[in-house]
Structures are given as structure tokens and as C-alpha cells.
């Protein structure tokens, strides 16, 4: 069925006239690339070459928005232009999320923190160590990313971290950092790092509230744990 141009298919089978008849909700995964990828080649349709786009991440959106352009354009029949539209359409749907969580920018739990954190870290291939400054109603004031590193560490300089917090007169810190394994479990780095900015932090009246390791499905909060 799906070896012929999309011209060539019944209307009803057509993505986009899917899309038009019953929504975007009603179209799979692949349609949905498929709309976005716009035309196929002579002998490979929009459909197929959303599909070949998708087994290079598994048929896992999660995988497919960790793609870089060189992956992409390995699929026969993905320009330039298509593989810009894709990433494109993941970074919105990665910023509509941002946006989302800062609407909701007070922390009460630590679920708080990986909603808003998870946009900006999900699929990052390296650490970087991210701070949250809040102020005494636990609003967050800024965030600013301290450092970027390698695939296991990141070196973190602690007086920027509380020259930051004096800036904006924050009175409490929340440490964040991503493991790009996947694996949520605090190293002996890590605990290190947290008790040295927790001191660093006390000698200015500043509070350590937690720290957060962040994976694209899970976290681990020191405080969650009792380890603050």
C-alpha cells in the first residue's frame, strides 16, 4: 500500500486529508512525521520515509528527539529542509513543555523541579549542572546553568554558583544535574559537590533545599531520600 506516491492512495488514507477529516489526534506517529515531512522521493512516499526516520530511534519519540542532523539525513529521501522541520516541530513541543512548567514556577515538591527541568535536560548526550534560585516563598527567581561536561561528570564552580544567588537575592538554592545513562543514582561526586555548596551556601544565609539527578524518565532527590 505504501510503496506508491501518496497522490496515488484513496483520499481517506492521505495524511494530511486525515488530519483535516479527523484531526491530529486520529493520525499515528509515522502520519504525523509524514505531514510534517511534507513529500517523499519518486519511489518513496512521505510515509516511508517517516517510517525509516522513526526506526532510527526504535519508534520511540523520546529517542527520536535525542537525533542530531547527520542521523537524519541518512534516511533516504531527508533533505536539509525536511530534517530542519523535524527537529524544529521536536523543539517546540520541547519548549510548549518549558513554558508550561515555568507557569507553574513555585516549588512545594520535588516533582516541582523535575517538571520544570526535564524540558531543558531530557535529552541532553552530556552532563551540564543547572541551579534553581528561589526566594522565601519558594518562587523560583532564575535558573542558570553552571557548567556542561562530559558523558559521566561535570566540573562545577561553586563561587559562580552563589555569586549568581547573591545577584538576584535568592535565600534558597535547588542543585540540578542530568545523568545521560539513564541511571538515577547519586555517585560519590555528587554527593561530595552537595555538601560543599551546602556549606559554601551557609556561610550566607543561603539554604540548600536539594538536589535533583535528572534522567528522561526519572529523578532522584537527595532531599526525597533524607540526604540533605
Known sequence: MYNNTIKEWSEKDRPREKFIRKGAVALSDTELLAVLIRSGTQDRSALIVARDVLALADDNLSLLSKLQMKDLLTVKGMGSAKAIGVMSALELGRRRRLSEAED??????????????????????????????????????????????????????????????L???????????????????????????????????????????????????????????GRM
Open 104 to 165: 507553574k514556577s513555585i516549588i512545594t515538591i520535588s516533582a516541582d523541579v523535575f517538571n520544570l527541568m526535564k524540558p531543558l535536560m531530557e535529552d541532553l548526550q552530556t552532563e551540564q549542572f543547572w541551579v534553581l534560585y528561589l526566594n522565601n516563598a519558594n518562587k523560583v527567581l532564575a535558573k542558570q546553568k553552571n557548567s556542561d561536561g562530559g558523558m559521566t561528570a561535570t566540573i562545577v564552580d561553586v563561587r559562580l554558583v552563589l555569586k549568581r544567588a
Open 167 to 225: 545577584e538576584v537575592n535568592a535565600t534558597a538554592l535547588i542543585l540540578c544535574h542530568n545523568h545521560p545513562s539513564g541511571v538515577a543514582i547519586p555517585s560519590r561526586a555528587d554527593v561530595s559537590l552537595t555538601d560543599k555548596i551546602k556549606k559554601a551556601a551557609q556561610c550566607m544565609d543561603i539554604q540548600v533545599l536539594d538536589h535533583l539527578i535528572i534522567t528522561d524518565q526519572s529523578y532522584f532527590s537527595f532531599a526525597d531520600e
